[in-house]
Antibody, heavy 114, light 113 residues
Framework: EVQLVESGGGLIQPGGSLRLSCAAS????????MSWVRQAPGKGLEWVSV???????YYADSVKGRFTISRDNSKNTLYLQMNSLRAEDTAVYYC????????WGQGTMVTVSS | DIVMTQTPLSLSVTPGQPASISCKSS???????????LYWYLQKPGQPPQLLIY???NRFSGVPDRFSGSGSGTDFTLKISRVEAEDVGVYYC??????????FGGGTKVEIK
């Protein structure tokens, strides 16, 4: 079964760091275009970052320089390293597969608050 | 970035009746490859979004045929021919012509009367 499972969210103080993980099953992360999309409480969807199968990475302006997307091919897992976190980064973070965003994980909640 | 505008913000529908959601983009979503990169998602309460329609009018695997998509250029529509209770949630359109910077509409909440 094709599946994505996120983990790593939690409560973190402003300025802190967190690493999110997205474990994939049923397909190979490194062969796919993989994205992170977030949703602030009660709000809509916002694209955050993507890593292409070739390894190129891109970021939304709101997170550029603070977030880093990566993958571990041996673990078939996608990551999002989040540094210098701000209150406005509070959201559910989803990982999603391919350019159609055809498969989504259940999401992991990140709360940035003192 | 391309701005996606959805209307209405919310919709209350009697079961068995049709529903329609509009999505307009600030730029044409027709690519030089001939494809139009417009997608529709449904986010049911407490769940992640799920892909319904890709490239304007193609239903994703397992999506009931009461869902249909149409449109071209900058104007698109999602129609539900007969709304069922399981169709409640928030519907989003998304463009991916400007990969990697995809953008979403603000969402349309569908509820049952």
């Amino acid at each position: 079964e094709v599946q994505l499972v996120e983990s790593g969210g939690g409560l973190i103080q402003p300025g802190g760091s967190l690493r999110l993980s997205c474990a994939a099953s049923g397909f190979t992360v490194s062969s796919n275009y993989m994205s992170w999309v977030r949703q602030a409480p009660g709000k809509g969807l916002e694209w955050v970052s993507v890593i292409y199968s070739g390894g190129s990475t891109y970021y939304a302006d709101s997170v550029k320089g603070r977030f880093t997307i990566s993958r571990d091919n041996s673990k078939n897992t996608l990551y999002l390293q989040m540094n210098s976190l701000r209150a406005e980064d509070t959201a559910v973070y989803y990982c999603a597969r391919d350019g159609q965003l055809s498969i989504w994980g259940q999401g992991t909640m990140v709360t940035v608050s003192s | 970035d391309i701005v996606m505008t959805q209307t209405p913000l919310s919709l209350s529908v009697t079961p068995g009746q049709p529903a329609s959601i509009s999505c307009k983009s600030s730029q044409s979503l027709l690519h030089s490859d001939g494809k139009t990169y417009l997608y529709w998602y449904l986010q049911k309460p407490g769940q992640p979004p799920q892909l319904l329609i890709y490239e304007v009018s193609n239903r994703f695997s397992g999506v009931p045929d009461r869902f249909s998509g149409s449109g071209s250029g900058t104007d698109f529509t999602l129609k539900i021919s007969r709304v069922e209770a399981e169709d409640v949630g928030v519907y989003y359109c998304m463009q991916s012509i400007q990969l990697p910077r995809v953008t979403f509409g603000g969402g349309t909440k569908v509820e049952i009367k």
